[in-house]
Every structure is written in structure tokens, then in C-alpha cells.
């Protein structure tokens, strides 16, 4: 019957385990051990663990289990592995099936964090990676070759929110034998399923709206029952990057209000990207269902709603950008997103700044960008800080 139930409803009680207590909220079980009864227990444990059995928290918990269970339940995937970061997440889904000599196509605005993964730490274990411009169909189909075992992308990038057409893409790799990798945080697994558009394997840094409230790192690695636990968990259990029991019950309670705060934060950033477009400060406002985005028709495709991200390119450059950060009142400055709190970063100055000038420039990174992360308040309170800003830039 849980396999019929709606979003909400999973999102509320998929995954669910009552311990002898009964009790209504999720336990948080914070031990790293489990106690066998006698010593036969314990080896018939270590051949074979049974669905209600544990072992080691780094090889998993109850309280781990809950929250994969509910995230594959809402994905409609057969398994997931929860991890102490989005990082830690996409290293493993990444590294746990490559070998030297394996070529992996990736598009190239990533996170980065990814980049570094893929040029710094793969590169260096004979991995060749080709780096492509992610919405360019023509520039996946040329550089997949029959030995690209692997296809990562993020589908819609950051911060200047390009969309990539994961069925396209997914199709083109697949001719070739590819396994497909989606980092699909900034579509949430609210307004997108990548699955079902043909991903293999589906990341998340949970850090970002399912947490939603700032306070843990996690991330969540989903997919089929044969990679999930045949070629991830090994990696994963034996090389020490899984979710701690206490976040994963944070991120269990975050799963609770997921759709209601995306669908939320979403509506109010579609909003102000639609009243402040056109400003006369602003050279751009980038949001994936505005119609002046030039893929807004793969994002009504792809997507339920455009995120709840939004980002604005100011005509002064740096300074003018400077200028709208430091007058602004209610939206923070820092680095997340997702989060209950509206949240603007300068990516050229902090999150992009290692990339070399002329990589920025290729990104679309212009020194007068301001990345918005939209939030849980008053939408019209937003707006007019928003505003507000503007006029002082
Ligand atoms: C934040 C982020 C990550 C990394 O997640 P952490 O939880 O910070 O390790 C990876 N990919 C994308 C797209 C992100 O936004």
C-alpha cells in the first residue's frame, strides 16, 4: 500500500520503524554497536544482516536506515546510501564503480568541490574526464566515446542556473553503456525525478533543502538495489563517509515539511523574479521559469516549479553587487541554500573565486552576479529588500 501513497504522504511516513515503545516520532538510535546475544548471533550476523539487524554505524543504523528508506520511497528507487556530506555523496558515487583507465564525460559548471573530484582527485588515478558545456546536445554526443563509463552532471547548475536535459543526455549516454550520475539539489526532489527521466544514479546534498534549516551536513546517494549495495555500500562502509544517526533524524524531520517549504520558497522566488525583471540596475534575472530564460521550455518539461533559487547579474559589476549585499536587510550573506532563511552569495568573490578569470568568464560568473537562495519569509517583505538594495546599488 506505501507504494501508492503521494509524496506528502511519503514524505511524513515512509521508512518508519517503531522500536518496542511505539513511540510517534522517529528514535534517534546513537550508538555506533548493537549487542549479539550469543557468539553463533554475532557470526550469523557478520555472514548475513537481516533487514531489522545491525552491525556498525559506518555500515549503517536504524535511525540511517529511516531516512534512506524514506528518501528512495519518495524517489521511487530500490535502495539509498546516506553519507556525512553532499561530497561525500557524489565522491562516492563517482569513485566506487571507476578505475584507471575508465573516461568519464562531465558537464562543466559544476560545484566546486565536484570539479575537484573529477580534475584533481580522479585525474590522478588515471581517470580521463572530458569536460563539456552542459546544454550543448552536440558537445555530449562528441565527446562519449564507447569507453565513457560514466556521465556526471548537476541539472541545473550553479549559480547561473542552466538546465541540462537529463532525458537527452541520459539517452546519449546509455547508447554507449554509461552509467548516469544526476546531482539534483537545486531541482529538489520536489519539482524534478530524474529517474524517471533516466538517471542511473541520483545525489543529493541533504545539507541544502532537506535539512532546510541550517544545521546539519548530509548527503544521499540513491539508485538501484544492485548498485546501492553491490558496488556503493562497500565503498562507503569501508572508507568511513556515512550519515551520523543524529543528522539523519534531523534530516528524517526535514523530509516531513520538504514539499510544503519548496513549494513555498519556490512560489515567492518566481514571484520576485517576475517584479524585479527588467530593473534598471539589473542587466539579467535568472530563473528557470521566467520566459526570458533561454530554456524555459525544457525547465516547464523537466520541472514542476523553476527552484527556489534565483539569481541576479547587477550592471555595475563587483561594486554595485557589493553595494546591494551590504544593503540588504532581511536576506543574509552566506553560502547555503534551501534554507528556511533567504540566503544571497557573491559566487565570483566566495564560492567561485579559486576559478582562473577566464573559466568565470566561460561560466557566466560575472562579477556583478548575486546568487539568491529564496526563503520561508513573507514574500513581499523579500521583495522589498530586494528592492531596497537595488535602489542603494
Ligand atoms: C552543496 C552542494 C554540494 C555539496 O554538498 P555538501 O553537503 O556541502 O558537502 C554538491 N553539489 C551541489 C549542487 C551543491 O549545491
Known amino acids: 500500500m506505501s507504494n501508492d501513497w503521494n ?51 559506518r555500515y549503517g543504523n536504524p535511525t540511517v536506515r529511516m531516512f534512506e528508506d524514506r528518501i528512495a520511497a519518495l524517489e521511487g528507487c530500490e535502495d539509498a546510501f546516506a553519507t556525512a556530506s553532499g561530497m561525500a555523496a557524489v565522491n562516492a558515487a563517482l569513485t566506487c564503480g571507476l578505475k584507471a583507465g575508465d573516461h568519464v564525460v562531465a558537464a562543466r559548471a559544476l560545484f566546486g568541490s565536484c570539479l575537484y573530484i573529477l580534475q584533481d582527485v580522479l585525474a590522478r588515478f588515471g581517470v580521463q574526464v572530458t569536460l563539456v558545456d552542459g546544454p550543448d546536445l552536440d558537445a555530449w554526443r562528441g565527446a562519449l566515446r564507447s569507453d565513457t563509463r560514466l556521465v556526471f552532471f548537476e541539472s541545473i547548475s550553479n549559480p547561473t542556473l542552466e538546465l541540462i536535459d537529463i532525458k537527452a543526455v541520459c539517452d546519449l549516454a546509455h547508447a554507449v553503456g554509461a552509467l548516469v550520475v544526476v546531482d539534483n539539489v537545486f531541482a529538489t526532489p520536489i519539482f524534478s525525478n530524474a529517474f524517471e527521466l533516466g538517471a542511473d544514479v541520483v545525489v543529493y546534498s541533504t545539507t541544502k533543502h532537506i535539512d532546510g534549516q541550517g544545521r546539519c551536513l548530509g548527503g544521499v546517494v540513491l539508485g538501484s538495489r544492485d548498485f546501492i549495495r553491490g558496488t556503493l555500500e562497500p565503498y562507503l562502509k569501508h572508507t568511513g563517509g556515512s550519515m551520523s544517526p543524529f543528522n539523519a533524524w534531523v534530516m528524517l524531520k526535514g523530509m516531513e515539511t520538504l514539499d510544503l517549504r519548496c513549494r513555498a520558497m519556490a512560489d515567492s522566488a518566481m514571484r520576485i523574479a517576475q517584479a524585479v525583471q527588467g530593473h534598471e540596475k539589473l542587466a539579467r534575472v535568472i530563473h528557470p521559469f521566467l520566459d526570458s530564460h533561454p530554456q524555459v521550455d525544457l525547465a516547464r518539461r523537466q520541472m514542476s516549479k523553476g527552484s527556489t533559487m534565483l539569481s541576479l547579474d547587477l550592471k555595475g559589476g563587483q561594486a554595485a553587487a557589493f553595494r546591494f549585499l551590504n544593503a540588504l536587510e532581511i536576506i543574509i550573506i552566506s553560502n547555503n541554500l534551501g534554507d528556511a532563511k533567504s540566503i544571497a552569495t557573491h559566487p565570483a568573490t566566495t564560492t567561485h573565486q579559486r576559478l582562473p578569470d577566464a573559466q568565470k568568464a566561460e561560466l557566466g560568473i560575472t562579477p556583478g552576479l548575486v546568487r539568491i537562495s529564496i526563503g520561508l519569509e513573507d514574500a513581499d517583505d523579500l521583495q522589498r529588500d530586494i528592492l531596497n538594495a537595488l535602489a542603494a546599488a
Do not use: C, M, W
Open 7 to 57: 509524496a506528502r504522504t511519503k514524505l511524513v511516513h515512509s521508512g518508519s520503524r517503531r522500536s518496542q515503545y511505539n513511540e510517534v516520532s522517529e528514535a534517534i538510535y546513537l550508538t555506533q554497536g548493537f549487542v549479539y546475544d550469543t557468539a553463533e548471533d554475532a557470526e550469523a550476523r557478520f555472514i548475513e544482516t537481516g533487514p531489522d539487524e545491525f552491525i556498525y554505524a
